[in-house]
């Protein structure tokens, strides 16, 4: 079992940052691809950004440039950076980990962010 806590969204100005964190119970990242997603109202959730096990990253192409997704191996954390924030940008994020070997999903329980002036 794995459990995932998300931390970090909340209201912010078109154009400010967040910072979104994912702590995982236990250290999963070499056997675990770890992925933001996010759904807003209406929408089917869709991938944010991921990185692999051996740390190679993928983004969408709405969030190219704006977001950056990292991890911290010692704090068994992964971070979502959203600078440059959009109204489209307002969705529930959640974390996933997916295991690289059984390909099953983790997922936590998600955080609002809300891009609103």
């Known amino acids: 079992q794995v459990q995932l806590v998300e931390s970090g969204g909340g209201l912010v100005q078109p154009g400010g940052s967040l910072r979104l964190s994912c702590a995982a119970s236990?250290?999963?990242?070499?056997?675990?691809?770890m992925g933001w997603y996010r759904q807003a109202p209406g929408k089917q959730r869709e991938l944010v950004a991921s990185i692999s096990s051996r740390a190679s990253t993928n983004y969408a192409d709405s969030v190219k440039g704006r977001f950056t997704i990292s991890r911290d191996n010692a704090k068994n954390t992964v971070y979502l950076q959203m600078n440059s924030l959009k109204p489209g940008d307002t969705a529930v994020y959640y974390c996933?980990?997916?295991?690289?070997?059984?390909?099953?999903?983790?997922w936590g329980q998600g955080t609002q962010v809300t891009v609103s002036s």
């Open positions: 996933n980990a997916n295991n690289i070997l059984t390909k099953y999903d983790y």
């Open positions: 236990r250290s999963i990242f070499s056997l675990y691809a």
